[in-house]
């Protein structure tokens, strides 16, 4: 028997299967993947946060204290959306996943831009509920510079624990906008066309995501999360 | 039949033993200690708590209601923690859930909910234990750079209690809500709900709001912890609510789990019960809070013992060779104070009702937050006269941005206006015109006294400040003006007047 032999169909095997089943094969994976990283509960929690911000929004929720504490409840839920792309990323298969799973990490850094993307829409939707203190261009840097911040976490200390970055950001920039801060790492106090701020924030999302494409979060077989 | 069978029966412990707290069950924290996540993210709270509780802290001056008016009167102590702390308290409470083991741990001997409690007690136990490590250094570390002044101890109980209400509230909403996004729904809704709490708790000064724990209107000034105690009635109240929140949601869980027998449903109804019960007495409790002269009074829960203030023996100085005493506490900025009040002791001096001592009085509350409203007249009084400065709701030199200059003219203008016989008020425009020269010939010229009435930490009679014109301002560059002699002796024939009130500006020369 040689190897071309084995090429042709098993005496008995039925027919190729049609296009439209192929295609529905196809999209079995990633919808598994989907499935697998809650990105539909995710995606039910992100349009709660727009929910949120536009009704901040539109009903004049504020902090009061000046320019800095009116922009800090949007900067919360952006914070919010962020933590939750980020907990998408924990899996709960580990090794097996790994080991069989070649277009992981395609599904890995497709699923996270996706939901960035998806999540800047929904928020930018809602900011038309009112004025959103520096408008939508510092929504969109602060969004992809925090998400950066989760994936890397995500990455660093498992998908389970993702949202614990982001929320410490969230403190750091509460502190750092009672001050005047100057460097551009603390992106949320920045102007919203601010060059240093915007590569900041864009440096770390590129960090983040290429950290989850390649490695995945930490706790996809690779490390227990903590009980 | 075997011999496992044939083996007499265990006695039935006696009821007593029942509810005393099992050795399994302490086995039971103990591994749920060993197994908990709170430790691993206890290194990034205590930095956090670095970062935003103690660092800003520090540009304070060096006495405790200062230094902790950011990080308890405000409450980032447990903005810190709490979310945090609530994140992982649902992990922990939704473990059960999300591993489908809630069956097979449903079967075992101890009822569900005393399981339940053992995770949320090593969770809260990690928790308060790092909260109260992180305060204890803070404050150790506040005693070693000389901070003076009594700590706030009833607001750190505050702090830990509410680091434990956060934990119960989010251990029952993973319980309740088994899913990888509880941790992140518990923390940014625990963090959602403390700066939604300032939003109302920044403004409003009196009733409910005061019940919210970053509330600190009117309950975190000086001189509490100085020259008086720290009024324990609102901390109580705060401890009443938050525990009494922790208690619900601990009650609620008993309540989810049909297997545990009633007579522990009942015990749940009856702790849930008691938690909203303590909860909403102590909402009650607070709208019946009055503002007092050394903080916020809750009639039912008031000592009058509280109300007593320190004794103490004063230290002085001289001042154009007048005393000048204040609190031990206060004794850094004594040199500043002697030499603030010696230019305007020099130039009354001889006068009558010129003051013959100085001294420091408390400072009384009012019902802003701290260094940011009006601070309090001095007064001259008594015979001999003494003048009273209330110099602990002045902006001390580092305190909310104020420099030692700014300190040095707010005391200069709070004595000269005690001197024209102004009181609370504004004056009349003669003693306006007069305060306005003393003033100047104490050093603050009349362009700049505008901009230093604008400042915070004076009386509102200050926010009443114009521009350095106008009739006043003419009449007072008309005395200013005059040689010393001649001012002096016309302070001497006019002064009683002008006290009075009975002076017109017409009649100054």
Redesign the interface.
Known sequence: MTAADTREPLPGAGPAWPAERRAAAALRLPWLFLVSRRVPAALGLLAGLALLLWSALYWHWSISGGRAAQQFLSLTVETGAAAVIAVTTYGPFGDPERATGRWLPYLRLGVAAALTAITYGALAAAITGGALPDGDLALLRNLVGITGIGLLCAAAVGGAFGWTGPLAYLVVTEVALTGNPTTPWVWPARPPHDLGGALCAVLVFAAGTAAVTLFGARDSGRHCTPE | MTAATQAPARPVRARASRLAPPLSFLRLLRIELR???MP??LP?IAA?FW??SY??STGQPPLYVLRTFWNMGQGHTF??FG??VA?VAA??GS?DGRRRTADLVTGTARPRWTAQLATWGATAIWAIGGYLVCTGVMFAVYAHQGVQGQPPWWWVAVGATAVAAFSAAGFAVGVFWP???A???A??GG??AL??S??TG??DNTGWALILPTNSNGNFQADSGLLYPWLPDLPIARIMLLAGIAIAALGLLGLRDRGDGPWLRWLAVAVTAAGVAAAGTAVGLVTTARLSADGIVIPALHDAASDRPFSYTPVCGQAAGIPVCVNPAYRRWLPDVTAALGPVFREVAGLPGAPVRATQVAAVYNGGEAGSTGGQAATIGGRPPVLSLAIGALGLPGAFGATATLFADQLQLLAVHAFVGAGAGVGTSAQQAVQAALWQGAGVAFAAQPQVMSTTGLPTFAQAAAPATGPVYAAARRLAALPAAARQAWLATHLAALRSGQLTLAQLP
Request: no cysteine; hydrophobic share 55%.
């Open positions: 197994r908990n996540a691993w993210l990034l956090l970062f935003d660092r800003p903005i810190d979310p945090f994140g992990w922990m473990r899913s990888r996004f941790a992140p729904l923390a940014f963090f959602l700066i939604m300032s939003q920044f403004h």
